[in-house]
């Protein structure tokens, strides 16, 4: 028997309920209001909750709830108007109505126990278990990926260019040839969509991460839910609101991250700073982590782009980072990247003094040291393109080509 919440209009509840046992499912908890179901999935911990595709009945709060318990929401809509709605709160994924307990049977797509109580078999993922993709077509390019690879690009507080450096990783890689997806998993400031003038209310990586947890993403999907650039690359943008964190769950994310595996070939993701894990103080040892999908994202990357800014504070800060960062990584899966390298802030021969700085005080040895370049980096964010394409000349340019080709070795030999 399956547990359900119904958020619905009157009519709808009555004729459910009614119809509830003959089906399966109990009805845990009933109200036409969105905002006031939320607070009683904690209580009735529903399996799934069904909501119409309108006000009230659907609302951020209602949606955070049931992330945060990792409960399926199936959100019901037909019209355009409806699945707009939907979208604006990150539901990308609304079904058409009318509202039935045959949503919930075998060949709905909706992973739930059936009627008699014997599991309905998940859709076929992207990737089998053992690691294995299965044959499916790229963002960029129609041959399958055997296994495509996850890059990281992180580092500390502070500005020293994360989302501008995951931009032009992704641009240089796209410009080499690769099928590349870009991935904004920071949940403290994603800044990847208004970086490149898209829309940061698009279904992107947050959607991903809901139809992972459902056992639902595909390679269709991820076509679905990733927005296009026209530097040749997909884009998975990040959440728009920094209260959505809870949906981008460890295990949502290690179920994305093996899908765009057999989806591309590259997938750059940029994570917010914080390894931090204090949470795990409070006494509720399953709530979701806010720093769970850094962390995860870092101990899955195939490589991980460690960035400091070159100057007196942004040197210091990434030396007590990248202690940090060790501890979750292994250093031979690391690259120290510097950013922002200028005479202006540490004195003449800049790439030297940084690279002293580092090697005597936290034994890192740089492996690209990027000049700070300011006018091509505005250039790019006013027009919302990567570096390549707005500043091919760029001495900052061809460092991060030359850190593109360095990631998969098949590009190095080009």
Known sequence: MTDVGLALPTPDVDRLGAEAARYGHRVVAEMPDADALAPRIALTKPEVVIAAAAAPHLSARLVTACDAHGVRLVVVGDSPRERRFAAALGVVDPVPGPAAWTLLTPGSGIPLRTPDGAPEPPPVPVASPAGVSSPVETPSAHHPVSRGIVVAVW????????????????????????????????????????????????????????????????????DRVASSHRGGFRVLTGIGRPARWPELTGERIAGVLDAVRAWAEVTVVDVAASLEQDEELVSDLAAPRRNAATVEVLARADRVIALGAADPVGLARFLRGHAELLEHVAPERVSVVITKVRSGTVGLDPAGQVRSTLERFGGVTPAHLIPWDPAAFDAALLSGRSLPEVAPRSPARAVIRRLAAELVPALARQ
């Not at 099928?179 to 209310?201: F, M, R």
């Not at 139809?211 to 390679?219: D, I, N, R, V, Y």
């Open 155 to 222: 580092g500390p507080g502070g500005a020293p260019g994360r989302t501008s450096v995951a931009i032009a990783l992704a641009g240089e890689l796209a410009a080499l040839g690769v099928s590349v997806v870009l991935a904004d998993a920071d949940t403290h400031g994603a800044a990847v969509a208004p970086s490149l003038g898209l829309l940061d209310e698009a279904p992107g990586f947050a959607a991903a991460c809901r139809l992972a947890g459902g056992g639902a993403l595909t390679a269709s999907e991820l």
